[in-house]
């Protein structure tokens, strides 16, 4: 369209005038989508999320508008990336440790104070029998006081209408009265049914046979407490439970998401239905992490050395068919074994009972379990390990190796003597990075054990072979009680352990930039 | 060729060959068990390697077909496996563009401009790489029930949250990419700067063009990771036909429903052609995962 107007330039500048208006116009789309839902986060007192996206918004703008920020251009994309999906959720994570976010505290308090007060109550009071009659405009409900009788104006019914008037009659209304049976049959368009009197109350259903007057449940007062108009019973709003509580200590839910400060973090360490599973769930899950290391280091070292070998033929399909188990996808060989490993169909089963009459149960024995995991884990992890090593072990100038050949050393002082000191310092930053891994190998505990067997005595679901990472999905996802907040301050633990790690490594490999 | 052999090489030789073919017997055994596993008939069928009676049903099943067994009973395929194939495709194709796109800019930045604070976003990013996304889903999931709200299609529950969420694992690929940049003489560059081309034509027609092969290998570690990513999409997505292949496939392993043979050959038929891909670009990905990631 600019094009057009322009007092014909060069193709050249008009090229770029349509790269400029392109650019401008999705830029400004881009900005006016997001100021939209700043504007609606906002609205919706969702403060942190406005405040998230006006930070990126700003951020783009400034990055873009500003020609000094020119290289900032090719690396804003990718950062807010990582700042919008790893680092956001981290501080995110971590601020929900220090509240009570579950299911039963899961709204603000403002959305808490909506929902009740638009609960609504039926009277007992104020009730009527009633009698529906059909007339050629609609269904008409005639209602039967002790005093005087109403009629509602007719209704369709069928077609969704729901509400209408009712004015007192005394006679009959016209149409033809209808029996329980049709009343039966349209009970479920009945109960949406709302009928409004002169002064402005409504009724509603409250039986197959009767209406009845409908009171809102809470009424609130100025210091924000709320009276259930059916009890009798004033609510106050506590703010350190983030619940509504009376006198005598009743609790309405639901309640409201409020910051508990360090409870989340005391629980872990005071309650022992949490710290016993915790402390036991941490020990296995450092060991389970140090054992993959050590196996698969030493699998992959043993295979990476003999390929290195020289006398060695047929290289080409040992190698590949040694890093097949890197090939296949995690999520298939992982639920392979647990296939394979079933007590009663599993294949390993029936291997070792046709060897040996055995017939292990692999899920429901802790220790049994344990080394299934760990064998599972190696076949999947040592290929990874026997890669690296093989890429170290080539840097390594053979004449060493000669030298000690003519000093008559054997394999095993080889290896401890010329190759572990080598190639120890350029493997370690992957080693940590490995036990990293390993220490959050969420993947391999969901889909083969699922955490099971269970921890005997746990308030929140926690496994014998659960590590902290499933254990933390398992209480913020699995549980009925969706204790977010204490999932959150288990994670912001990890957290503090797995930044140490990269630190470490960090500093280990040296990384120049 | 060493110089200096001890007598015993001979045995050891051979005793190394034999303990390799053992081991991979061992290693090769679930994998050949489950390709024999989908050929039998049935769900809880025991046997030899070579099923007696091969059967196709598992795989009839698997390709989306209803099966008629020969007691002339109709079997109904129990999950949509092609559509779960066809979902992690979609996912992984889609962000992969997306990753490499985004990644490749960035890698060039940090390889060829100078700004400030550029040692220490690097090192940052590092570091963030290392956590695990696991471990903030209650966030991302809150992050996209808020989205949702706004914007339907990066809800939960729909395939462009899983997308955008993978982007956030970008740091690998910058670095990968970064690294072989700085292998790349910068002369060629300068000179067409010189020339009179701007920042963005000397990175688009002369940089691009010289890094294929590190594109290629970063586009394809990025789908194989998406298409293995199981915790975000595992709480992001819930309904079965949205579901992608690493979440679907437990469904068959359910105490209740267990359908090991239903499984074997949906793992066979979704497994083997990522497996292929791997091995044929092994060399490749092998070096990007060393080197990129960790060296620098």
Redesign the interface.
Known sequence: MITETLSSPGIESRYFMFRAFLKWGALATLVGMSLYLILALYAQREFVFAMLFLVLTASAVMVFFNRKLYAHRYIFPAIAGMGLFVIFPLMYTIGIGFTNYSASNLLSFGQVQENLLSRTYQSEAVRYDYELFKTNAGYIVHLKGKHQNLTSAPMELEAGETTAPVLPLSGQPRGEALGIRDIIQLRELLAQVTLITEDGRELSRASLRSFAAIHPQFSQHDNGSLTDNQSGTTYFPDHETGFYRSADGETLSPGWTVNIGWDNYLKVVSDPTIRGPFFQIFVWTLSFAVATVIFTLALGLLLANLLQWDQIRGKGFYRTMLILPYAVPAFISILVFKGLFNQNFGEINLVLEGLFGLRPDWFSDPALARTMILTVNTWLGYPYMMLLCMGLLQAIPRDLYEASAMDGAGPISNLFNITLPLIIKPLMPLLIASFAFNFNNFVLIALLTGGAPDIIGASTPAGTTDLLVSYTYRIAFQDSGQNFGLAAAIATAIFLVVGALSLVNLKLSKIKV | ??????RS?KY??LA??L??LA??AI??F??L??IS?SFRSGN?A?GSLLPENPSLEHWYLALGLPYTGEDGITTQPPFPVLLWLWNSIKVAVVSSVLILA??T??A???AR???AG??A???S????????????????Y??FD??G???SWLGLNTHGAVI??S?????LH?WTIKGYFDSIDRSLEEAAIVDGAT?WQAFRYILLPLSVPILVVVFILAF?MT??E??MA??LLVDTDKLT??VG??Q??YEQN?L?GD??AA?VL??LP??II??YC?KWI?GG??AG????
Not at chain 2, 1 to 6: E, G, L, N
Not at chain 2, 125 to 140: E, G
């Open positions: 060729m060493a110089m200096v052999q001890p090489t050891r030789v190394s060959h303990g390799m081991f991979i290693v090769l679930p994998l068990m489950v596993i809880f025991s985004l990644s800019t960035s060039y930045a940090f401009m100078r700004f550029k040692g976003v690097l090192k990013m590092l570091i963030f790489q290392m956590f695990p996304p696991v471990l903030s889903l209650v966030a991302l809150a992050l808020q989205i709200n706004h914007v955008v969420a982007l956030g694992g970008m740091a910058i920042t194989i298409i293995m199981y915790p595992s709480v292949l690493a496939a437990q068959y392993l267990y090991w499984f074997a793992a979704s497994g990522i497996t791997f091995l092994q092998v995962l060393t990631g960790v060296k620098g």
